[in-house]
């Protein structure tokens, strides 16, 4: 059974940083990409960035780029979210999808790890 758990998230001040974790089974991490996203209140689903770990390509999102960074330890079927930097309009709730390849399309979801960004 494909599966994508995240964790991680929690309450922090702007200009602090988390680590979230997206732990798969069900499949290898290293054969698809995994894509985060987020969902603020009140607002629709918007891509952070991506991580294709069959050719090692990452994307992100420009309200990201230069604050975060994934990451991807295939040993232990993990993808990681370094979130640095972070500000209040970060706050939202965080999933990781699988895709086959990145922006292809997210067939499996996490069910999300809530962050807060406190100004």
């Known amino acids: 059974e494909v599966q994508l758990v995240e964790s991680g998230g929690g309450l922090v001040q702007a200009g602090g940083s988390l680590r979230l974790s997206c732990v798969v089974s069900?499949?290898?991490?290293?054969?698809?990409?995994i894509r985060w996203l987020r969902q603020a209140p009140g607002k629709e689903r918007e891509g952070v960035g991506c991580?294709?770990?069959?050719?090692?390509?990452?994307y992100y999102e420009a309200p990201v780029r230069g604050r975060f960074t994934i990451s991807s330890d295939n040993a232990k079927n993990t993808v990681y979210l370094q979130m640095d930097s972070l500000k209040p309009e970060d706050t939202a709730v965080y999933y990781c999808a699988r895709e086959m390849f990145c922006y292809s399309g997210p067939d499996h979801w996490g069910q999300g790890t809530r962050v807060t960004v406190s100004s």
């Open positions: 991580i294709s770990n069959s050719d090692g390509n990452l």
């Open positions: 069900g499949f290898p991490v290293a054969d698809y990409a």
